[in-house]
């Protein structure tokens, strides 16, 4: 067995060298914004790729993506990402895929990404997913900022529309841009999360903030759902999971303190939305989410360019289920659902770095709802570790300034999935069934 499994990791390994050799990363880790600046990766983002920010990093996206010290520069940018995928058993496969033991194109990214004089900036990101082999229209963060002084603070206020809550944000914190920082479409996950993280892609928003002294985040806005045509048009399920009625409020407040050689933020957030699940409006009903949630992260970075970071959040969503209650998804009229998440990381001369993250989701039961959960519950509980190497986070490619590379290797371990631990989904399944292993290459030009 531990052979066996050795040869597995060997075999894995090596097809990750091998993404590299045939390639010439997800998000926010675009070289664009390394030549804008003149900074070398590891300024903005811990580990010398992204999207893990430093508080330079997390500046640089609230001034509207706009700092820059070259005059001129082409905004736009590449990153593909590969990877082999083995889970402890068999999963139903998708398309063109096995059972088990895939290698795949995760995705590839086009990004237009920069700063427009002083005030405006975007970071839009369109993609080829290479699991269900479609286009789809991915991250977009269009900013107009500005600067004043009120009672002798410096205020920065900014606009940003985007199309997912919380993609706009600075802090690794919120879903958008929490750990695990790359996946793969072929690795099995739980089926329930909080509202606010899963419109990606769904809605169109704009918020305003106002960054204050570099220290307290204010932020409010809304969101609404684009046209069920225009999101099949730009390569999204219109249905997934719903279309908002109206539009969704947004708020966000943190504070951050720099410490030294230390970084520290704690901050709330919350949306409220009206949801046709499915996009269906036959009810004249619709579904109530209200999540509101506070959010942690501490940064320490050495002299000796080594770093150590952690981000927290805890998520609660009540929800009320007229809609889905009236179309026969839901037996309860009510619900909630609690999810905490948890990780850390530790950068060894901002190259080589291990990172561990744990998360609990909990709610309460719906014989409807979770019809395919053996305990009709949706709670799910798990940690995932990582191992990763970044040689050019520094410069220095052999391939040029543009040029970065991060190869690491992931395993997710799951205590509950679905429900339960064992036989979660009545059919002798146990949560460490889809326990996987995944090495992955992600490579950004």
Known sequence: MLNRTFRRLMRACGLALAGVGLSTTAALAVPSFAIQTGQAC?????????????????????????LRTNSF??????????????????????????????????????????????????????????????????????????????????????????????????????????????????????????????LAQNTLGVTGYAWVDSTYLIEAGAYGSPGATSLVRLGVDPTDPGSIRGAA??????YQNNLGDQNFEVGAFGMAADLNP??????????????????????????NKDAFTVNARYTYERQKLAASQALGLAQNSKGSLQDLRVDASYYWRN??????????????????????NRSLKPDSSGMTFQLDGTPFGAGGSPFGPRFNLRVGIQYFAYFQF???GSNFDGAGHSAASNNTVRVFTWLAY
């Not at 590891?42 to 706009?66: D, I, S, W």
């Not at 083995?86 to 590839?108: C, K, L, W």
């Not at 900014?158 to 879903?175: E, H, I, K, M, R």
Request: hydrophobic share 40%; aromatic share 10%; glycine share 12%.
């Open 42 to 66: 590891n300024a903005c983002h811990v580990g010398g790729f992204g999207p893990q920010l430093t508080p330079f990093g997390r500046e640089f996206k609230m001034g509207g993506y706009t």
């Open 73 to 198: 520069n082409i905004p736009v940018s590449a990153m593909a990402v590969a990877s082999y995928v083995h889970t402890q058993a068999p999963q139903p496969p998708a398309t063109h895929f096995a059972a088990n033991d895939n290698v795949a194109i995760d995705q590839v990214s086009l990004f237009v990404a920069g700063g427009l004089g002083s005030h405006l900036g975007a970071f839009i990101q369109t993609t080829y997913d290479g699991v269900a082999e479609a286009f789809h229209w991915d991250n977009l963060d269009v900013r107009a900022v500005t600067t004043t002084t009120v009672k002798g603070a410096n205020v920065l206020l900014g606009v940003s529309v985007n199309n997912a809550p919380t993609v706009q944000d600075a802090f690794n914190t919120l879903p958008a841009w929490g750990f695990p920082y790359t996946s793969s479409a072929l690795a099995p996950a739980p089926g329930s999360a909080p509202l606010i993280g899963s």
């Open 249 to 254: 409020p947004y708020v966000r407040v943190a």
């Open 278 to 303: 499915g996009n269906d409006r036959t009810t004249g009903l619709a579904d109530t989410y209200d999540d509101v949630g506070l959010d942690a992260s501490y940064q320490r970075f050495q002299s």
């Open 351 to 372: 190259k080589v770095g291990f990172s561990v993250g744990g998360f609990d989701t909990t709610g309460s039961s719906d014989p409807l709802l979770y019809a395919a």
């Open 418 to 420: 679905d429900g339960a």
